[in-house]
Nanobody, 126 residues
């Protein structure tokens, strides 16, 4: 069970930090991704962090503005977002996977994750 939180409304250029917490089990060792879905659009990959925390990946549109990091002691993965743009407006979802995958870029595919949070709304306005 994943719980995503931290969304809200912010002006263009502002910052927000989202949290994804595993409430029942440790997800140390699980890869965790963030996805987002804007109204009328498909869910898209945003960023991913490996279970060990030693590698991260970002969609091009958020590179340099978003940072993913984790605290396994707190059983939480964070998404720090800065320089927010209107096009970042979406429902943000976290997802986790602990299984073996057959291709190197699996983390970009929502169907590769076993566990999902409920989503948290981020609204950026000018």
């Amino acid at each position: 069970q994943l719980q995503a939180s931290g969304g809200g409304s912010v002006q263009t250029g502002g910052s927000l930090t989202l949290s994804c917490t595993a409430s029942e089990h440790s997800f140390s060792g699980y890869g965790v991704g963030w996805f987002r879905q804007a109204p009328g659009k498909e869910r898209e990959f945003v960023t991913f962090i490996r279970g060990t925390g030693d590698r991260t990946y970002y969609e091009d549109s958020v590179k340099g503005r978003f940072t993913i990091f984790r605290s396994n002691a707190q059983n939480t993965v964070y998404l720090q977002m800065s320089a927010l743009k209107r096009e970042d407006t979406a429902v943000y979802y976290c997802a986790a996977s602990g299984r073996t995958h057959t291709f190197s870029t699996w983390y970009r595919k929502s169907e590769e994750y076993e566990y999902w949070g409920q989503g948290t709304q981020v609204t950026v306005s000018s």
